[in-house]
């Protein structure tokens, strides 16, 4: 298989994985806004949850530009 073609499935993969991702932190995220709504503590499972998946995001939002570049510059 070409670079080229190899990038491009693999930009492919990392932009389903961050939707992914998306979709999971939204669940945290919606228990969280819930709990703030109803003037009460947030579970601290849900921060946690919300934390890591914003993390994982943002390492894959960094491979999926890095991957972007290298696509640019071939």
Not at 10 to 29: C, D, F, H, M, Y
């Given at each position: 298989m070409s670079k080229k073609g190899e990038l491009k499935r ?65």
């Amino acid at each position: 298989m070409s670079k080229k073609g190899e990038l491009k499935r693999k930009i492919a993969e990392s932009e389903e994985e961050i939707v992914l991702l998306e979709q999971k932190r939204g669940r945290s995220q919606s228990a969280l806004l819930e709990a703030i709504i109803s003037n009460r503590q947030p579970d601290p499972t849900d921060v946690e949850y919300f934390k890591t998946f914003s993390q994982l995001i943002d390492l894959e939002r960094a491979n999926w530009r890095k991957l972007k570049s290298e696509l640019d510059n071939l």
